[in-house]
């Protein structure tokens, strides 16, 4: 993925993805280099640590999943990921209008 790509995707200027990606690959997260294809862009590829913190992240992800179907009705449940992407609407809406 190009580094245009992920400033078009995530709606977020040439300066943030550059911060971000810089300190991404500064932590063996990421590797960018030149794109063959076009040497104008950046591509950006995953490194096998970033794999792992996804696969970590997937099981916390799991463990807090089942942790609220325990505690939480089928009703309560259905509410409280109404009023998240509720929440999420509007920050993003305040995030587009900036």
Known sequence: M?????ELHFSIKHST???ILGRMEKNGFIKISVCEDD?????VKLLEKAYDVR???KINHEY???????NFSHDELESF??????????LKEDAEND
């Open 2 to 6: 190009t580094q245009r790509e992920l």
């Open 55 to 57: 696969a970590e992240c």
């Open 81 to 90: 990921i109404k009023l998240l992407d509720k929440t999420y609407d509007i």
């Open 17 to 19: 993805v550059i911060g």
């Open 64 to 70: 807090i999943e089942n942790k609220f179907r325990e």
């Open 39 to 43: 040497r104008r862009q950046r591509c």
